[in-house]
């Protein structure tokens, strides 16, 4: 028998000739027949669904199956453990990998071993262990309680010892003569200010009807003269002083007329201020310390007064003080003269007024005459 092979490029020709005719005549038939869906398919035959599925057909497969050989072996296949020279070869990770590519991770109901998909194929995904961040946690709280607790003991801040010092006799004789001075300063201050303040009150009544013929304050005492050019005047003074409250003790001594075409009325008062003298004094906020010629220099050039003259009288101890009895007359104007002994009365001065008169230089025109001032003071020093 021939042998043809059909990969070649020649084939016999009987072979087109059958093919070639019997597609021309299928193409023949198409063109002739309509295509009708239906008929294509064929009718459902109930009969060979029983031939395939009766119960002779199914037993001649299960027995053609149960004789199919194994093809699959379930056997481990055999190691061939590598040679020495191929064992040195193997790092420790190859090792490693390769002892965990055997382990198993589960095993089947059957009893077979189950490898991971990925052992499989070469790798193994490790597993993540909190153990380490717990013990690094467990690391940084122990070394916060430990700083805690050492900067309380040791590092804190050292509490302030209060220093019991025992005071000498010295000092403690010192402090105490310190504070008698102070007492005593504060009660000369108050002294002054008591009368001084009866001096201005007075002086700021009724300076439109009456000019000052003279003022004295000696020791304890306080008198005024006044001079009104008649008595309808001399009337409405009264008047004025008997409504200010700030003199609430005082009298009049004396009234006189002085004859000539340019007369008037003259009238003394006595103003009893030691009436009123505090009985305690307060201590006094700051004392300004001076001494006489700082004192004479600095209240001429505040008070616009000319210095006539400075003296010392006498010299004394009273009371851990040395004393310093000194005499000031000045020379200016009556509202000059009235500031000088404002400013007196509102300061703090270590030194306390003994005598203070204020008198016109020219008594026939009291109202246009400057006026002379004359203070004896006691300097504290």
Known sequence: MAKYNLMDNEQPEFFDQYFGDKKKKSEEEKKDKKFDP?????????????KIFDDDAISKISKETKEVPEIISTSEPEIIPPSDSQAEDISEDDRYY????????STSPSGDEIYDTESEIGYKQPRLSYKPIFIGVGIIAAIAIIYLVVSNLFLGEPSEEVET???TPEEKLLREQALQKERHLALINNTNKHFLNYITSFINTDQGNINFSSVLFYDKSVYFE???SNRDKLAQFNMQLKNNAKIPNYKIESVSTRPGSKGGVFALYDLNASQSIPATSSMADTTISLTPSNWISKVSQQNALKVQSQRQ???AKENLFSIS???FIFTGTGKNCHDLINQIATENSNFRVHKLALVPTNQRDIAKSP???????????
């Not at 008929?39 to 009969?47: C, G, Q, R, T, V």
């Open 38 to 50: 239906a008929a294509e398919i064929p009718p459902f035959d109930s009969d060979l669904s029983e």
């Open 98 to 105: 390769e002892k965990e590519y055997q382990e198993p991770i």
């Open 165 to 167: 010092r025992i005071e």
């Open 226 to 228: 006044v001079f009104a």
């Open 313 to 315: 009288i006498q010299t």
């Open 325 to 327: 009895r000194m005499e």
């Open 371 to 381: 006026y002379r001032c004359t203070l004896i003071l006691d300097f504290y020093l």
